[in-house]
């Protein structure tokens, strides 16, 4: 435990916190970086995707990353201001670079989970299940079909994401952020006013904006089961990522960083908030449903399939749209928490 | 009112106010069936579906055929058993007979008002709604032809019904169960026990068989929203009706009966059973929308279609099996009203 961060009132300086947050997260991520090269993620050799630690190694990176960046967005007054709004897009590079190869592996599990549990080939999820079912493989050929076309084109996209963060990680443009963040872990250049300024006010205003965002959000259908909203688009011509879904990405990344505040604030290591952790992981399930949801309907448009095929993508979109119709629900749920007084 | 009707246990004994109720559903049938014949339902010369008297017509019909047939079932004991229990299935044959042609145009209606909802063209359900849409007609190419197709199948589907329709109104058959609804009119074959027997636990062993059906469903599942159970065999090789439905279909034929041992009871006139009414519709709904996915999943197995027409055709039947989720939902709501003390 990281005492001297319990309570931020009677605590160091912000200053000195804060410093002590971002080395931390610098060294963080030298860490992941140097594990990351030991475990061959720097070598395209294998030309597969990177052993287990390179892929541990890969989230630690990103974690770091994130967390750096979004701590110099929140509290960029008590930081050198070229410094950190130098360093910040480099971050934000990086993590998304990284994030690519995994982001595609999980759409791809989640599709083909999705296509087995639609074709009931796997266990319904264990709240409803009542008796474990042990039914045999019934995969149509339409599912199996889809199945196959979803994995070759995730396939495809991954291994090019894969290429990519290959030649981000060697590139002198990396090198410079590595570099950035070794001074970081040793120096943090902070402003003239971070001797004396107050974390709490910063913090407030990164959770001010967060709870702007979710006042936006149409929390009252989302809480009414079944309102069929998601999917109100679903066939609509536009094949790109449906607007509705914008304002419950906003507040995921709000949300990070709230969390993030928070963590500078009180520690790394202090108590996990149940409701913030619940309410995030409904807005990253609702993240990855809608990328899901788009994957299906854009292998649906991929020329010469079968009816078949394009009938089970179907399904599998309005499944996922109906995922992120229940992420929305779980949020909600989540999010209310507070005001009933439950913590 | 049928003031006679309101305290069964003041009231005149069983018999009488079973013969009441009979004979009123009888002289109902006859009513409708004059009226259908008068406004042309037995003419097959306008080779349309019937005006809208005559869909009234029929519907009435089916209504009394329904409750006399419920009511030879459920007070079978005080009734000459073989009468009613050759009458039952003749009253069976012709309301289903009727009820076809008007179940696909339904059908049709749905599915057609789902493809414009999921295609963003009509306004969401008014709980949801902040602002009216006014956006024009957006129907993509693959959800145009899968209306198309679905219009086609559904209106051949229902000239098939009408024509069925209208020679079993003009068999012989038919006018044996006219025949037969016109003597109930007059004298309704009671058995010797009905003079003294009484209602009560006749009707209270349908409301019995009512209780122990909805104790089997699984609704603790039901309750949970977004459960996903409904669209588990989604994309299974079978086309067939789903069994999961079944237990279902038959709290709504069980409950149905329970109403019509409560008008006999209580009178037609008396106030409606909110609760009954309202779980009720949600069976409905549940059966409704389990059709319109099964005929949304049978046209996607036409031959030579387009991938586009299938896969709206995919989006439609993933659609309407999570209507057939909330309509559960909404049943478990609706019942467990008693529970609470409301009614």
Redesign the interface.
Known sequence: MAKQHLDPAAGPVAGDTLEAYLQNQATEFLRALRQHRETGGTSSNGGGNGTEETVDAARALRRSARRISGTLHTFRPLLDTDWSEGMRPELAWLSGTLAREHAYAARLDRLLGA?N????CSP??A??A?EPRQEKS???V??AKAGALLERQMTLARTRAHSAALQALGSSRFHAVADSVAVLASEVPLSPAASSADLKPLAAAAEGRLTDAIAGL?LV?AG??????A???????DPAPQPQDAPWHQVRLLLRLHRYAREVMYGTESPVDVRLLNAGQALDRHRDAAEAATAAASA?RTPR???????????????QR??V??AR?AFRQAWLKETVGTS
């Not at 549990?117 to 009931?120: A, H, I, P």
């Not at 009414?224 to 909203?229: C, G, I, K, L, T």
């Not at 999917?231 to 011509?237: I, Q």
């Not at 399939?305 to 499944?319: E, K, N, Q, R, S």
């Open positions: 296509l549990r639609l074709s009931g319904i999820p709240q409803a009542s019934t995969l149509t339409g599912a149409p259908s009414h089961p079944y309102n069929a909203e999917l109100v688009h679903g066939l609509s011509a649906a399939i079968a009816p078949a095929t394009a009938y089970a993508l179907g399904v599998l979109h309005a499944d109906h995922e119709e229940a629900f």
